[in-house]
């Protein structure tokens, strides 16, 4: 009877889900990431997780990581709530002469020279303000026959002509090579092809093949690379505007229920692209309109005191006070006004005369003064006490323990390493003041500080409370101490009294290697010069840590955001929180892996073990962004290319290093130093540990191409 009766349960579940169920509010305990990708609410994967039926995304856990997926088959890249976006990979038609593109690709019909896509979607619909139809190749063109719920509607395109005895020029698309065009409002779909302009040139003579595709237009830069490279691409980022029902705003504001800008803090617009509305929240709010208020992510107060915003309306001289959606600027005692500067701003107040009235105020303020400083004084002694015995609970709690014994094993110079209080570093970040934030990541926060005598250094704050961070806190510094190293940042001493433990490191003024490489202003002035020397200075302090140290020293998170440049570009090594000293008798680790996804050694996957060769696979993987400037795991890259790792060591074996090369750092002549040192790090990357060279052999290979360089400059 029983199981009758769960059965019976289980269809009329079954029934209602059937049923596209409106679940307003979402449960607390849903799945919010598959794989790499976050699912915000209104969407969701499972039952009672999603606003209603369009916005279920399916989680297939058969896929290294997780892969989300919009009805049923179109991969997700990304979901944004504030804009109303959702990212997908959209496929790539083409035209090839026959017998040259035969790969396997997500597509409506396969003929082995002519390949046409189509997007069929059941509810939203296609940016028109985000996305270009493009065609890239020589006299060929593309056109789409705009679907409307799977209806067909407009027909629209573009052409792409070359003048065979002219280069085509790389950038935007002109015409010359690449076109591009507007997709109409409104689109949920559409069906793509391409075609040659006549059948003997098909299409476009040396190129072989034709493209067409729909594609974030931010996403693509023409090169004319492309004309081989994107026979590999199958897919192209994609923008879709979504939206909530097919009403407007007035309408759904009717029934409560069912009305989805659920905050209280929120406001509702219409969708510009078709039938449905949005939810934002109010100015001053940030989070997610669509989860009812006392939910973590809903809508929030901004505090745009420690913000900084108020700097930018106010008077310098004021005090900002948040209040709930807002802030207000009080002026500077003797001043009025709403501090605003282009408000009342703050002016001297004026007209204060009557003496007697302050003199009699001035008396009784003194009188209250004193008796308020007498109270206060027994008060704060008492608190002195009780903050001294905190203090010391603290020290015990932080490893301070820990800490002294290791340090008494290991015979270093612990006489260089200082003992900071906690007022002093209070005071040197401003109270930890959020603008004075360098960076932060798994292990915690990192300040920028200023002491007494000036000196500026960087604060590492590591998270709250559990022992496993203290742990690593105290090998930090047990390893820091070992070290004494021109690359490797220098630890200038601790904090243990306060609840979370402080580190202080010297101040390295010019960021991380990585926002050098990343940021596009930035990465042109880092020529190739530079860049290998950084390579070289990194290469020579991890040997250092490898074989020169007084114990061998496993970084185990080499990557570009943990080697610091200074203001002449000198590398310092950073970010030791995860190293282990070696003990002399054993040369693996069983560990926890700490390293960054992209950066890690394959075969940690295969043993569990991270060894010195490791470092070596994080430090190829460093080469090779060196050399193409490009991001280590990219989800705008296709499939193939989206780790940098296999990517580079693929193009090196195939001798196509060259059109992987940042463009900046190709000038011509160093063709052959270039290729010498993609060898160091194809090497480096080895899958198997053993075929990697050393961390030393590596520096001495890198430093003889230098003083090579350094020595034919002379010559000439
Ligand atoms: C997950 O992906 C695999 C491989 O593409 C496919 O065979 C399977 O049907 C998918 N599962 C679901 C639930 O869609
Ligand atoms: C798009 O999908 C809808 C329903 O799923 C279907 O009726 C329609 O025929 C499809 N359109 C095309 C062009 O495949
Ligand atoms: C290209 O140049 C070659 C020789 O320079 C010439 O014979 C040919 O006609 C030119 N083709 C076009 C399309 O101008
Ligand atoms: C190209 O060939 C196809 C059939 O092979 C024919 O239908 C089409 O009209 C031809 N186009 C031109 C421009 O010659
Ligand atoms: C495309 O990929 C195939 C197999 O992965 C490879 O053999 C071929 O060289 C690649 N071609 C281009 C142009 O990248
Ligand atoms: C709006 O959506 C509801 C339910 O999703 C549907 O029943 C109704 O037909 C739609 N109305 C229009 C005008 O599309
Ligand atoms: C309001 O919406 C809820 C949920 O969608 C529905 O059950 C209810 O009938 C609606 N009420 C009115 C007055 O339309
Ligand atoms: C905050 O207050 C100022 C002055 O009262 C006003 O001008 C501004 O519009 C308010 N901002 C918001 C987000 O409410
Ligand atoms: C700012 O406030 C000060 C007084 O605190 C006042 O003297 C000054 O005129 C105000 N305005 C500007 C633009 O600094």
């Not at 606003?51 to 290294?64: A, E, G, M, R």
């Not at 007498?374 to 020290?395: A, H, Q």
């Not at 054993?586 to 075969?603: A, K, R, S």
Request: neutral net charge; charged residues 20%.
């Amino acid at each position: 009877m029983d199981m009758v009766g769960k059965l019976l349960q289980q269809l009329l579940l079954g029934v209602i889900i059937l049923a596209a169920t409106t679940a307003s509010i979402p449960n607390s305990n849903c799945e919010r990431m598959c794989g790499e990708v976050e699912i915000p609410y209104p969407f969701g994967t499972s039952e009672g997780c999603y606003l209603d039926k369009p916005f279920l995304i399916t989680c297939n856990h058969t896929f290294p990581p997780p892969k989300p997926f919009l009805d049923i088959d179109l991969p997700v890249v990304d979901i944004s709530v504030p804009n109303g976006e959702l990212r997908v990979s959209n496929p790539v038609a083409l035209l090839c002469k026959r017998g040259y593109s035969t790969y396997k690709r997500n597509i409506a019909t396969v003929d082995y020279t002519r390949i046409s896509a189509l997007l069929n979607l059941s509810s939203f619909r296609i940016s028109e303000t985000r996305n270009k139809i493009t065609a890239v190749g020589c006299d060929v063109y593309t056109y789409i026959q705009g679907l409307d719920h799977g209806q067909k509607g407009f027909t629209t395109g573009c052409l792409s002509l070359c003048d065979q005895n002219l280069s085509v020029a790389n950038g935007p698309c002109s015409g010359v090579g690449c076109c591009q065009t507007s997709i109409p409002k409104g689109a949920t779909g559409y069906i793509l092809n391409v075609r040659s302009l006549s059948n003997d040139t098909l299409p476009g003579g040396k190129h072989q093949c034709g493209y067409g595709f729909i594609i974030e237009e931010q996403a693509y830069k023409f090169s004319s690379l492309d004309f081989r490279n994107l026979k590999n691409r199958t897919t192209v980022p994609l923008v879709l505007d979504w939206a909530i029902g097919n009403k407007t705003c007035k309408d759904a504001q009717k029934n409560k229920t069912s009305y989805a800008c659920k905050a209280t803090q929120s406001y509702c617009y219409d969708s510009t692209n078709g039938p449905g509305y949005r939810c934002i929240c109010s100015s001053g709010y940030h989070g997610n309109p669509y989860l009812p208020d006392g939910q973590d992510d809903s809508c929030q107060d901004i505090d745009e005191c420690k913000l900084g915003h108020w700097k930018l309306a106010c008077n310098a001289t004021t005090t900002c006070i948040n209040t709930d959606g807002n802030y207000t600027c009080t002026c500077p005692k003797g001043y009025e006004g709403d501090g605003r500067i282009d408000g009342t701003d703050c002016r001297p107040i004026v007209g204060q005369s009557n003496n007697k009235i302050i003199s009699i105020a001035l008396g009784v303020s003194i009188s209250l003064l004193v008796l308020l400083v007498g109270t206060s004084w027994v008060y704060w002694g008492l608190k002195k006490r009780k903050l001294i015995k905190l203090k010391e609970k603290w020290f015990q709690q932080n490893g301070g323990l820990m800490l002294q014994q290791r340090l008494q094993h290991h015979t270093g110079s612990m006489d260089t390493t200082k003992i900071y209080s906690a007022e002093e570093l209070k005071k040197a970040t401003d109270n930890y003041n959020k603008s004075n934030i360098l960076g932060q990541g798994g292990y915690g926060t990192v300040y920028k500080g200023v002491l007494a005598d000036n000196k500026v250094v960087a604060i590492k704050k590591s998270k709250i409370g559990d022992q496993s961070q203290i742990e690593q806190f105290i090998n930090e510094v047990v390893v820091l101490t070992q070290i004494n190293h021109r690359n490797v940042v220098k630890l200038l001493g601790c904090c243990l009294e306060t609840e979370v433990p402080l580190l202080v490191y010297e101040f390295i003024t010019n960021g991380t290697l990585s926002d050098h490489i990343h940021n596009k202003s930035r990465s042109s002035l880092l020529s190739w010069d530079k860049r290998l020397k950084i390579a070289k200075e990194t290469a020579g302090a991890l040997a250092y840590l490898h074989c020169e140290a007084s114990m061998p020293i496993i970084h185990r998170d080499v990557k570009t955001a943990n080697i610091l440049l200074d203001g002449n570009h000198i590398a310092k090594v950073s970010d030791f929180g995860a190293s282990r000293l070696v003990p002399l008798d054993q040369t693996q680790l069983t560990t926890l892996v700490q390293g960054t996804f992209g950066y890690l050694d394959p075969e940690y996957f295969r043993t569990s073990h991270l060894t010195e060769k490791s470092d070596v696979y994080s430090f190829g993987v460093v080469l090779a962004e060196l050399l193409t400037s490009e991001k280590v795991i990219s989800f705008v890259r296709p499939e193939s290319e989206r780790n940098l790792a296999t990517y580079f060591v693929s193009m090196v074996e195939e001798d196509r290093l060259l059109e992987i090369l940042d463009d900046h750092i190709y000038n011509g002549s160093n063709a052959e130093e270039l290729k010498n040192v993609a060898n160091v790090a194809k090497r480096s990357l080895s899958v198997k540990g053993d075929d990697r060279p050393t961390m030393k052999e590596v520096a001495v290979e890198l430093d003889g191409l230098r003083n090579k360089e350094k020595h034919s400059r002379k010559k000439s």
